[in-house]
T-cell receptor, first 110, second 114 residues
Framework: RKEVEQDPGPFNVPEGATVAFNCTYS??????FFWYRQDCRKEPKLLMS???SGNEDGRFTAQLNRASQYISLLIRDSKLSDSATYLC???????????FGTGTRLQVTL | NAGVMQNPRHLVRRRGQEARLRCSPM?????VYWYRQLPEEGLKFMVY????????ESGMPKERFSAEFPKEGPSILRIQQVVRGDSAAYFC????????????FGPGTRLTVL
């Protein structure tokens, strides 16, 4: 079983749509959780951290369910510029190394 | 404050040659992580270094790969006797200061082994 699992997609949605990504992680000792965005052939960039209480940043909402070991990302009112691969990332252990999911591709179209 | 710098951005090597990848984290960041991304795959942790110390190298292949982060100068990821399977994007990330848990990624080095 992979440490972090995501649906690879691709998700093809029209502009203005709402889209949700899900992620599960296997290590119950994981401490911190993030969503990163990666554009084609570029470095990953932090989109937002994920907290148990849920957090929102503009059109983006992230949720964490520790009991189910489940993380989600909701994007409202999708823009063309949201097209990218979204990486679910978990931080585990004293060395604080990040474990990445393989990513979910999003393509927003006109 | 300059971001994380990596060089070269692209590196082409023939099988059997050595590859040296350099990473300079942001000013004030004393932790460096190296990750490898194979084509069509996710990023995989390789090694975590602090100045002059290797903290965790559990993701490094046992042979041909080494990493260092000297007191002065950039962190170096060294791959000896490269093989085609080493072709990948190598990203480094820096962390430290008040944002200890947040890692800032460099633009990566794309290694192609012919």
């Amino acid at each position: 079983r992979k440490e972090v699992e995501q649906d690879p997609g691709p998700f093809n949605v029209p502009e203005g749509a709402t889209v949700a990504f899900n992620c599960t992680y296997s290590n119950s000792a994981s401490q911190s959780f993030f969503w990163y965005r990666q554009d084609c052939r570029k470095e990953p960039k932090l989109l937002m951290s994920v907290y148990s209480s849920g957090n929102e940043d503009g059109r983006f909402t992230a949720q964490l369910n520790r009991a189910s070991q489940y993380i989600s990302l909701l994007i409202r009112d999708s823009k063309l510029s949201d097209s990218a691969t979204y990486l679910c990332v978990v931080l585990t252990g004293t060395a604080s190394k990040l474990t990445f999911g393989t990513g979910t591709r999003l393509q927003v179209t006109l | 404050n300059a971001g994380v710098m990596q060089n070269p951005r692209h590196l082409v090597r023939r099988r059997g040659q050595e590859a040296r990848l350099r990473c300079s984290p942001m000013k004030g960041h004393s932790h460096v992580y190296w990750y490898r991304q194979l084509p069509e795959e996710g990023l995989k942790f390789m090694v975590y270094l602090q100045k002059e110390n290797i903290i965790d190298e559990s993701g490094m292949p046992k042979e041909r790969f080494s990493a260092e982060f000297p007191k002065e100068g950039p962190s170096i990821l060294r791959i000896q006797q490269v093989v085609r399977g080493d072709s990948a994007a190598y990203f480094c990330a820096g962390a430290g200061g008040s944002s200890y848990n947040e890692q800032f990624f460099g633009p990566g080095t794309r290694l192609t082994v012919l």
